[in-house]
């Protein structure tokens, strides 16, 4: 998939390259149909950059590149059209089309890729900033409650610093950005990988600096265009995440479950 092959690219690119993949990202459904030298003209690059750049993410020629960015926006038609103008239903609609756009982007591939980064894990580290801790928290509690070890880690550098003072081979860390840059958490998941620690990224956009640091990274695109929706959609990722590994971890979760309600009934006793 396009966007996938330019976030794992962007580090590498020229600044006139990444103007294109900044302009694809961001506005992709009317990239889907440029050509070379609007898209040119439109990134403030020559037609020349255009082809270039095409084949720096692999693709043989212009043709190609258009060719997967209109896939993409074929995945978005499948959704259905949002739109009553009343505040309360608008902004429903636009939280669905924004899963919607979610669930068309991460394939099947991706999801098991992640699926086998976390699981089996000693211990998952989750760090998040602002908006970013809670949601990391309602994770870090659905695995808990599902007889994971997980540990939940402020977004600040002394509290970074100690985690990574206890990571050790075995453990993954995950980063949340759900809005903005988390520099604090990307470069802390860029060390973890220096020490054999793999690092995901649950991020609002495949271009953050947190996407850029992980092994893989799971996001929402086009939540630049509307930054709200990028918290709802980082919300549904990790619970839908969270589940799943619940779901992988069925006998775990249950003798977790019994070893629970084992303490409760002992504690009420008397």
């Not at 190609?64 to 038609?77: G, N, P, S, T």
């Not at 999801?111 to 602002?130: I, T």
């Not at 995901?200 to 495949?206: D, E």
Request: some cysteine; charged content about 20%.
């Amino acid at each position: 998939m396009i966007l996938e092959k330019i976030r794992r690219t962007y580090p590498q690119l020229s600044k006139s390259q990444r103007r294109l993949a900044d302009l694809i990202v961001n506005a992709y459904q009317e990239a889907a149909f440029m050509t070379a030298s609007r898209m040119a003209k439109r990134a403030g690059v020559n037609e020349a950059t255009v082809i270039r750049f095409a084949q720096r993410l692999g693709y043989p020629g212009f043709p190609e590149l258009v060719r997967d960015i209109q896939v993409v926006v074929q995945e978005e038609l499948k959704a259905p059209a949002g739109g009553e103008e009343m505040p309360l239903l608008k902004n429903l609609g636009e939280e669905l089309e924004s899963l919607e756009r979610l669930a068309s982007h991460v394939s099947r591939e991706k999801g098991e890729q992640v699926v086998a980064l976390l699981r089996g894990k000693h211990r998952l580290w989750v760090a998040g900033q602002g908006v970013s801790y809670w949601l990391a928290g309602a994770f870090v509690a659905g695995l808990a409650g599902s007889g994971h070890e997980v540990r939940l880690v402020p977004g600040d550098v002394q509290s970074l610093a100690h985690a990574l003072a206890e990571m050790e081979e075995g453990d993954v860390l995950v980063g949340v950005a759900a809005t903005g840059e988390s520099p604090e958490v990307g470069r802390a998941m860029a060390l973890a990988r220096e020490r054999g620690v793999p690092a995901l990224a649950v991020t609002w956009s495949p271009l953050s600096a947190m996407a850029q640091m992980a092994d893989v990274a799971l996001s929402c695109p086009g939540a630049e265009l509307a930054p709200a929706c990028g918290v709802g959609a980082v919300a549904a990722l990790l619970d839908a995440l969270a589940r799943t590994l619940a779901g992988a971890n069925r006998a775990g979760a249950q003798a977790y479950a019994g070893a629970v309600d084992d303490a409760l009934r002992r504690l009420r006793v008397g």
